[in-house]
């Protein structure tokens, strides 16, 4: 069974752009979950979308914003970039809502220049 | 709210070490707690996971053990070797149903031979 897949894996923007990141969840999997990484902040989740319904956010500007479409695949979307959204940014898909293991892939890494 | 303390790194062990990894969490209710490692360049991957107060998680030699009496969650191997060298990650899930996880720093393990 395939993993996690995320598109890009790099990604360099300016300040300003905007910027879409895509996540393809395991087959069968229905949530997926997306986390900012960064040295200075460690790992934070950013929002969970379930049934194509956003279901949890954490703590982030509205700049910040993501969808999931019906075959559970996953968009997130930065707007007015900048320099602090440098980050790498992962997605991790789960079989359904609650306590079990998340997935996850191997990144998109955004430079903000 | 909840939040996961985990050991600064860097930890630097000779091959065949013991290891531990200290972490210690907050958290109202009764939390899942995990261990997520991450290899250079790669996504997290989870290490083992307990669900409630006295589980042993285990996997490839690694164990930690759910104490709710000291809200600790101690990563060990008893013998480390050089592929462990990565971040270990001790992160908990809280008993909402949301799939948000709540990370502590990382901590950077490299094994010399």
Known sequence: KAGVTQTPRYLIKTRGQQVTLSCSPISGHRSVSWYQQTPGQGLQFLFEYFSETQRNKGNFPGRFSGRQFSNSRSEMNVSTLELGDSALYLCASTLHRGNDEQFFGPGTRLTVL | ?113
């Open chain 2, 1 to 113: 709210g909840n939040s996961v303390t985990q050991m600064e790194g860097p930890v630097t062990l000779s091959e065949e070490a013991f290891l531990t990894i200290n972490c210690t969490y907050t958290a109202t209710g009764y939390p899942s707690l995990f261990w997520y490692v991450q290899y250079p360049g790669e996504g997290l991957q989870l290490l083992l996971k307990a669900t409630k107060a006295d589980d042993k998680g285990s996997n490839k030699g690694f164990e930690a053990t759910y104490r709710k009496e000291t809200t600790s969650f101690h990563l060990e191997k008893g013998s480390v070797q050089v592929s462990d060298s990565a971040v270990y990650f001790c992160a908990l899930s809280d008993q909402t149903g949301a799939n948000n996880l709540f990370f502590g720093t990382g901590t950077r393990l490299t094994v010399i031979p």
